[in-house]
Each structure stands twice: as structure tokens, then as C-alpha cells.
């Protein structure tokens, strides 16, 4: 009974991209909640060491028959953790030492429509006139968003919105470069990319870094859940849902972030937003659906 009951929730798209949703909506809120004298550097450090440990022996096996492959694409790999995970959630997490969490998700929204600005400069794939207007429409309600700053009690200051906005632009330069990814098992690459992002990070935690806060339990327990929800289990759940119903479709399920990270930042953090960040959102998501036309094309 409970088999059954476990297979109809993992063959539930809904269900699978709605937790991915949260546990990456969750990952903004805690970087808040974590006090500042943990860096940025050694949070997202951390993160992706934890992640490492605890994937390993799941992919020990295929590793070892996997290698050559994995040899042959390390540059890839080195520049896909470099950017997804490494620098994006570096740059996040210290935009968010003094942004909130809300606005932060807020600007995170734009990415699906970032990527199509991507997919022009890199590859030239020429975006029609509805994918231009989708791209103005997008950056237009981040810069309300910048605009509006702490209007609304949402705190945020220019540094830290440019810093989210940094870290927004790196993921979609990611999600672009995916289509260059080796052909190795989905497990195996989400480590190889894990364990770059440990390596561009470890020369920093090396000179500024600090260790795991023994000290601190609750920290401690927030970092591990970052090793596990926001960084494994949130990408097993979006990979399972594109499998299921196509990355077109799932990308959709990116616009829960906002929703989920304000139905946590608000009564834990106290954090509320203004009109204009609400205008902002707006714009953003007016750009997401335009973007949506052709979408599988790419």
C-alpha cells in the first residue's frame, strides 16, 4: 500500500516540481536567517562539500565506469559548477545579507526569460519579437524591483540587489550551458558539478572561510539542510519532473518560488513588500509567459 502510494507521488509532476520549488525557495530564506558571521564564501562552501559526502556512496559505482567521460568533459563540468552552483549561491547568499529574502526571490523569477538572453549572445539564436518584448518586460520589473529597494518593509539595499541579480544572471548562464553537458548518468553529473563547485570554492574558504559552526547547532542543522533539500533532493525533484512532463512545462513551476519564499520569509522574517515590488513581479511574470512561446525548441 505504502509502494503504491510512494510511486503515484514520484510519478506526480505537480507534486515533484512544487517540492523543488519550495526546497529552492527555502535556500533564500535560511541563507537569511543565517547570521553573517558565517561568509557567504563558507556557506556556500559548505553546502556543496556536505552535498559531495552524502551523494558519494550513491554514485561511487558509476563514477568508476563513468570516468572517461568525465575526463574528457571537465571543462564543461568546472564551468557548470562554477556557475550554478558555486558562484550563483555565493553571490545570493551575500546579497542577502542585506536584502530580504522576498525581493531576493522576486529577481530569481526572471531567470527563464534571462535565458533566452543567453541563448542570443552565446549561441545567436534570434529571439522573435514576442521573446523581445518577454526580455523587456523581465528586466523591466527588476529594475522596479531595484527602484522600490526597501519600500513596503522589504529591506534591500543597491549592493545587495545587484549582488541577486548577479547571482540570478549565473544560473541562467547554467541552464543555458546545460545543453553541453557530458552524456553521463543525471546522478553522476550532479556530483561532478557539486564537487567543482567545492574546488572554485576551496581556495577562498582556504584565505577568508571559517569552519563548520559546531558551536551553533541551529546554523549547523541549516547548513546540513541546504546539503540535502535545496542541493540534492530539490534537483532529483525538478529532474523527475522534466523527465515527466518536459523542461517547457516544469520551468513554469519556477514562478511557486516567490510564492513559497513569501509564505515563509513573511511570518518568520517579517518581511512584507510594497506595490512596487508587486508591479515588478508582475512584469516579470507577464515576460515569463511570453517567453513560454517555442519554448521547446531549445
Not at 60 to 66: D, I, M, N, P
Not at 73 to 87: E, K, R, V
Amino acid at each position: 500500500m505504502k509502494r503504491g502510494i510512494m510511486d503515484k507521488l514520484w510519478n506526480s509532476a505537480w507534486l515533484t516540481l512544487s517540492l523543488a520549488a519550495f526546497m529552492w525557495a527555502s535556500n533564500f530564506v535560511i541563507g537569511r536567517i543565517i547570521p553573517v558571521s558565517i561568509p557567504a564564501v563558507s556557506l556556500s562552501f559548505w553546502r556543496w562539500a556536505l552535498s559531495c559526502l552524502i551523494l558519494f556512496p550513491f554514485v561511487a559505482s558509476s563514477l568508476r565506469k563513468e570516468w572517461p567521460f568525465i575526463l574528457k568533459s571537465w571543462p564543461i563540468i568546472l564551468l557548470l559548477g562554477a556557475t550554478g552552483q558555486a558562484g550563483s549561491n555565493t553571490f545570493a547568499y551575500l546579497g542577502l545579507h542585506t536584502t530580504g529574502a522576498t525581493v531576493a526571490l522576486l529577481i530569481q523569477s526572471a531567470t527563464p526569460v534571462a535565458i533566452l538572453l543567453f541563448a542570443f549572445f552565446i549561441y545567436g539564436e534570434k529571439p522573435s519579437h514576442r521573446r523581445i518584448m518577454a526580455i523587456f518586460f523581465a528586466f523591466t520589473g527588476i529594475l522596479l524591483v531595484i527602484l522600490a529597494r526597501g519600500s513596503g518593509g522589504a529591506t534591500a539595499t543597491i549592493s545587495g540587489l545587484l549582488l541577486l541579480t548577479g547571482a540570478m544572471l549565473l544560473q541562467s548562464l547554467y541552464a543555458t550551458l546545460l545543453r553541453h553537458k557530458p552524456p553521463i548518468h543525471p546522478f553522476v553529473l550532479l556530483f561532478t558539478c557539486f564537487f567543482a563547485a567545492f574546488l572554485v570554492l576551496l581556495p577562498f574558504q582556504v584565505t577568508q572561510g571559517v569552519s563548520l559552526p559546531f558551536h551553533d547547532y541551529k546554523a549547523l542543522l541549516a547548513i546540513v539542510y541546504l546539503a540535502i533539500g535545496p542541493s540534492i533532493f530539490a534537483f532529483m525533484f525538478f529532474n523527475r519532473g522534466v523527465h515527466l512532463i518536459g523542461a517547457s512545462r516544469a520551468a513554469v513551476f519556477l514562478y511557486l518560488m516567490p510564492v513559497f519564499g513569501s509564505l515563509i520569509a513573511v511570518p518568520f522574517l517579517g518581511e512584507r513588500l510594497g506595490w512596487m515590488h508587486l508591479v515588478g513581479f508582475l512584469l516579470v511574470g507577464i515576460g515569463f509567459f511570453l517567453s513560454r512561446e517555442h519554448q521547446k525548441h531549445y
